[in-house]
């Protein structure tokens, strides 16, 4: 199946929106504006340091810095971004390509812990179609990262498939799964809505040791110590857990620098097992192709043609 993440040409925001909130590991407020950028630009973000100075920092797995407890863009000890999975998935299910996105922390805001809130800004004030062809890393060959029990990987595919299966031993959670064939729409109705998860013993550790101070019951799914969601809401969906594990892979591997044409499996996976497996992908030059898409009128199916890459494009590390 072809879905609509799968487009001709490279697209941005039509006018700019802004959301404030705080973040989730600083407790910090922090106002992020998204402005509408040229073709090519692809997503960078505009993080000032401590005297004001403003560092550009492209959306690129090149550029993790971290990804203990979220995936940072940039230098811990110095000018990065922190927590941009969520604003990155967003970017990747809703198809945007190119924002310029000013913010005066280093961190972007958590909101209600999920993509909803940023959905509902972009789809605000809608996607402006550029000129230029949209180019697609497209998947040739398995490529496969091992850590222990849990694995990921990426298969060819002819579309754009996540599946993502979690295993907890909290009864809360325990086994679950994610698959499906990745679009707008199925974006914003099955993923878009699931919510940050933790355990209350591990938010108190990070607490007492200075993070998480911006987590609440307001923006993460909390687990107690009797293995029960304290939420007074309950989950989203039956598989929220998984679903949002979906999420975060989708933020991750959108620092591919172009999106991609395939599968993309993990089991009991997270951030650093997503940045090492797009590491491991883009590394082989064998395993994938750069491609762009064009669609024939009469009922005649999509084509994919092979396109030359120069040295700096972002996916070259």
């Known amino acids: ?75 811990p000890a110095g000018q990065h971004i922190a927590t941009v999975e969520h604003l990155m998935a967003s970017l990747f299910g809703l198809g945007i390509d190119n924002l310029v996105v000013e913010i005066d922390g280093n961190e972007v805001p958590i909101l209600d812990g999920s993509a909803e809130m940023f959905v509902e800004a972009f789809d605000r004030v809608g996607l402006e179609t550029l000129a230029v062809k949209r180019r697609y890393i497209r998947v040739l060959k398995t490529v496969r990262i091992e850590n222990g029990a849990s694995w990921a990987e990426f298969r060819p595919y002819l579309g754009t498939r996540f599946e993502v299966e979690i295993d907890f031993e909290s009864p809360a959670i325990g086994r679950q799964a994610f698959s499906s064939d990745m679009t707008a729409e199925v974006f914003r109705r099955d993923i878009s809505r699931s919510r940050t998860f933790g355990f209350m013993k591990d938010v108190e550790r990070l607490w007492a040791a200075g993070y998480a101070l911006g987590s609440s019951l307001e923006n993460s799914l909390v687990i107690g110590h009797d293995n029960r969601i304290i939420n007074i809401g309950g989950l989203r969906y039956p598989n929220e857990f998984a679903r949002h594990k979906t999420l975060d892979a989708m933020g991750d591997l959108a620092l591919a620098g172009a999106r991609f044409i395939g599968c993309f499996r993990s089991y009991r996976g997270g951030h650093r097992l997503n940045a090492a497996a797009l590491r491991r992908l883009l590394s082989d030059r064998s395993a994938f192709e750069v491609v762009e898409t064009t669609r024939r009128g009469g009922g005649r199916p999509l084509e994919i043609s092979a396109v030359g890459t120069p040295v700096y494009a972002p996916w070259v590390i």
């Open 1 to 75: 199946m072809w879905g609509f993440i799968l487009l001709d040409h490279q697209t941005t925001l039509k006018s700019r929106v802004t959301l404030t909130g705080v973040g989730v590991h600083s407790g910090r407020e922090v106002t992020a504006h998204f402005l509408p950028a040229d073709a090519d630009t692809g997503i960078v973000f505009h993080v000032p340091d401590r005297n004001g100075t403003v560092r550009e920092l492209p959306a690129l797995v090149s550029e993790v810095g971290a990804t203990d407890l979220c995936t940072m863009l940039g230098d």
